[in-house]
């Protein structure tokens, strides 16, 4: 829609219809204004999943792969066909909105949110980010370029103030969302935290560079109570305050506008903005005829599966795999994850999936008639006790699987009651005289001895099981942060010793006190096993199989929004039972799933290595592909894993007196590890696959054209089976008058070539790459003179070098 009917369209509307339209009308829509006939956007969290308006574990969605392990795949039409997916699974959930890509960097391995962003590099965060916006916005759904910007920790994360030098501002924090306007991108969240001295919401930064320099034309939305002030934030270049009804903006920001505080004309252009998204998302005039979906079921397990391995990092293997189905006759699979792995991270992106496939699962279908696979789980994880299920309880009232919730008035009188599948309850229907949640179930315990149960939420809290009562006391809120008060809630615990087979009834309940949210959480775990007993036994299943493969990861209290971690070691005894269980089988695959970097003591004890990220609903499947090498693994780090936390350059995450100081300037990731002279566990782009390559020539132009240059390298697969190979350039710039770090990423590509073959991978080198900011010119620069150009498989191993010369400006 061109701006003049953009304009007529504002001057349709009154200064109080053109205000309401600038808060949600609620928690995940826009107001719709008939006059100009706008009709309600619907927004959703969207990383991984499309999880619609609610938190109903009724209402499923199609889960992918981690961001971290969709970077990790290279692969930019993959990652476009995956975010065409969400916009399929947006359709059909009446979103118009998905609210991400997240496009903030792995800063630091502890970042709690590291699995949600996809990689430690700008370029690389860049170019993956830019293809799911593709993808997304491809089905006429917008994506959101989130959280601008310099939002990369949890700690403090409402009220952190980031300080950045100029320089790392714009190479490094804000050239992920460059790229992202640069791809069209209709949608942007503000952060919560500040950088500079200024919170997102009313942060200059909106305007300039976003809409000033870069030239986006679409709306900026806040992130959920990010909007903290009137007229500081209408004045910046925040469009939407969300969610609704209520919002610093609505009548206060009516009133500055007639006092004069707040001109008019800036409140046309937020409402423009708006109305040129509802034109996008075919929410303004005649609603578009419904797009047929592309994939179905069978179509979207597929994909999903394909994702799976692509994304999966083989970082080491001693001629262990792939394995052979013609061979391999016994299989011990080992470790808790290999039974219950984590999917996706913590946090508000959460999507309740249609199915899972566990590597447990996965295995037994590909090996189904030909082997025997057994499971010892190994050393219980020290974590807290997860939601009942419909695997592990019943409804008291009908006994189908499940729980009961009701809810109660203030006398206990029961108003609603419906059957639930989780015990894990977010948004309990709201009815009038509403005053308590309660959930219920009857659980006939698999093994005796003492259990732990947990009520979740704030308020009064009351936990009963088998007639005991276990908590019951006043739990007040304790935080402002909507991801602990609306999604993962503190659980208060308690023990009693249940008999194996004799059913007893749980029963959970919390009122609902004003401003703590309704979320409602009833969990359980039995007793652990004895520890020896049980390493003992995965060690004896390993010795005894044919091949092994231990399952290891991290936890939802390790990885997730809202906090950041405070070590890389994972949790438990996962260390101590992959060594034991590689002792006594050479031929041990170990699979770490998890989100971010962790610490491998043991990873030159293993045969195999895998890194498998949170890989999302068809894990298990995809995981099989890669072991029986049905699938090479097509994964590629995205980001620098250190051998300890102790070696990594920048780990800081919590702030000094409320200020979060970036002093590592731009050298992150690679750059850092470099800078500091240090070896980490496995550098940024590493990873192997099933055959081996050498790289043979390379070359470039002598100088570079205004648009860049193109790198030509030459390698050969010497190995024994078709691969994929992925062709990496780093640049340096020795003697550069600015600071510079000593070797940085400019581009890559991947190849594919039979055994014996020589094949030319060509790669753009964009002239971004040779550019640095200026803060005295307040702009960017390139420095003339000779710059290396550097080809090979990972940051940290430069196989093949040349050397560009960039002209001095006439």
Request: aromatic share 6%; glycine share 10%.
């Amino acid at each position: 829609m061109e701006d003049d009917e953009l304009n007529r369209l504002v001057d349709k509307l009154t200064l109080a219809q053109k205000v309401e339209l600038l808060t949600g009308a609620t928690t995940w829509r826009t107001a719709a204004q008939p006059a100009v006939a706008l009709r309600e956007m619907v927004m959703s969290d969207g990383p991984t999943g499309v999880r619609g308006e609610s938190w109903d574990e009724r209402r499923t969605s199609a889960l992918l792969p981690s961001a971290t392990a969709l970077a990790a795949t290279w692969d930019e039409d993959l990652v476009e066909r995956l975010g065409a997916l969400l916009a399929q699974e947006a359709r059909t959930k009446g979103v118009h909105v998905v609210l991400g890509p997240t496009l903030n960097l792995h800063r630091s391995p502890l970042a709690g949110r590291h699995f949600e962003c996809f990689s430690e590099d700008p370029e690389l965060t860049g170019r993956t980010g830019a293809a799911l916006i593709r993808g997304i916005q491809s089905g006429g759904i917008a994506a959101t370029a989130k959280h601008y910007v310099a939002n990369d920790s949890e700690t403090d994360r409402l009220t952190v103030d980031v300080r950045v030098p100029e320089r790392a501002l714009h190479e490094v924090c804000l050239a992920p969302f460059e790229a992202a306007v640069e791809a069209g991108v209709w949608t942007v969240m503000s952060g919560y935290n500040g950088v500079g001295g200024a919170t997102m919401s009313e942060s200059p930064l909106l305007a300039e560079p976003l809409k000033g320099r870069w030239g986006f034309d679409g709306a900026v939305v806040s992130d959920w109570g990010a909007v903290r002030s009137t007229i500081p934030s209408a004045l910046a270049a925040q469009d939407l305050a969300m969610p609704g009804p209520d919002s610093p903006w609505g009548d206060a920001l009516l009133n500055a506008v007639r006092a004069g505080e707040v001109p008019e004309e800036v409140i046309d252009d937020k409402v423009r903005r708006l109305l040129r998204l509802a034109e996008r998302v075919g929410a303004l005039g005649d609603p578009a005829p419904p797009r047929p979906s592309p994939r179905g079921p069978r179509q979207t397990r597929a994909l999903l599966r394909r994702a799976v391995a692509a994304s999966t990092v083989l970082l080491t293997n001693h001629d262990v795999l792939p394995w052979s189905s013609d061979t391999v006759r016994t299989v011990a699979v080992i470790g808790t994850h290999a039974v219950r792995p984590r999917l996706q991270g913590g946090g508000s992106a959460g999507v309740f999936p249609r199915h899972s496939v566990t590597p447990l699962d996965g295995i037994r279908a590909a090996l189904r008639g030909t082997a025997e696979v057994t499971y010892s789980p190994g050393p219980a994880l020290v974590e807290q006790p997860w939601p009942l299920d419909a695997e592990r309880c019943a409804d008291p009232r009908t006994g189908e699987p499940g729980l009961l919730l009701r809810v109660l008035d203030r006398a206990g009188r029961e108003l609603y009651a419906e059957h639930r599948l989780s015990g894990r309850m977010l948004e309990p229907a709201l009815v009038p005289g509403a005053h308590t949640v309660e959930l219920s179930a009857l659980l006939r315990p698999t093994v005796g001895g003492e259990w732990t149960f947990g009520v979740g939420g704030f308020g009064h809290l009351e936990l009963i099981v088998d007639g005991q009562q276990l908590v019951a006391g006043e739990y007040p809120r304790t935080t402002d942060d909507p991801a602990v008060v609306h999604v993962a809630p503190p659980c208060r615990h308690g023990r009693i010793p249940l008999r194996a087979g004799r059913a007893v009834e749980v029963v959970a309940r919390r009122s609902l006190a004003p401003d703590t949210g309704r979320a409602t959480l009833l969990t359980a775990a039995p007793p652990p096993p004895d520890p020896e007993t049980a390493l003992a036994e995965a060690v004896a299943a390993a010795r005894a199989a044919d091949v092994a493969v231990v399952v290891v990861g991290t936890t939802e209290g390790s990885e997730s929004e809202g906090h950041d971690r405070i070590t890389l070691a994972l949790p438990g005894d996962q260390d101590a039972l992959v060594s034991a269980v590689a002792a006594a089988q050479p031929r041990t695959v170990a699979v770490v799933n998890s989100g971010g970097p962790v610490e491998l003591p043991w990873r030159d004890e293993v045969g195999a290595l895998l890194l498998t990220w949170f890989p999302g609903q068809e894990a298990g499947a995809g995981l099989a592909d890669v072991l029986f090498g049905r699938a090479e693994p097509g994964g590629r780090l995205p980001t620098t894993w250190a051998a300890r936390l102790v070696d990594a350059p920048v780990t800081r995450t919590r702030p000094d007196d409320g200020v979060l100081d970036y002093r590592e300037g731009p050298h992150i990731g690679h750059r850092g590890w470099l800078r500091a002279a240090r070896e980490p566990a496995y550098w940024f782009g590493h990873g192997l696959g099933y055959t081996t390559w050498a790289y043979d020539g390379i070359e470039a132009p002598a100088r570079p054209g205004p648009d860049g240059f193109t790198v030509r390298v030459t390698v050969r697969n010497t190995g024994a089976r078709t691969g994929r190979e992925v062709v990496q350039v780093y640049l340096s710039r020795p003697h550069s008058a600015a600071e510079r770090p000593e070797r940085w990423f400019a581009g890559y590509t991947a190849v594919t070539a039979p055994p014996g073959a020589r094949v030319e991978a060509v790669v753009h080198v964009p002239s971004r790459a040779l550019r640095h900011w200026s803060p005295e010119a307040g702009d960017w620069r390139t420095e003339p003179g000779v710059y290396r150009v550097h080809a090979g498989r990972s940051a940290g191993e430069p196989t093949l070098t040349t050397e560009v010369e960039v002209a001095p400006l006439p």
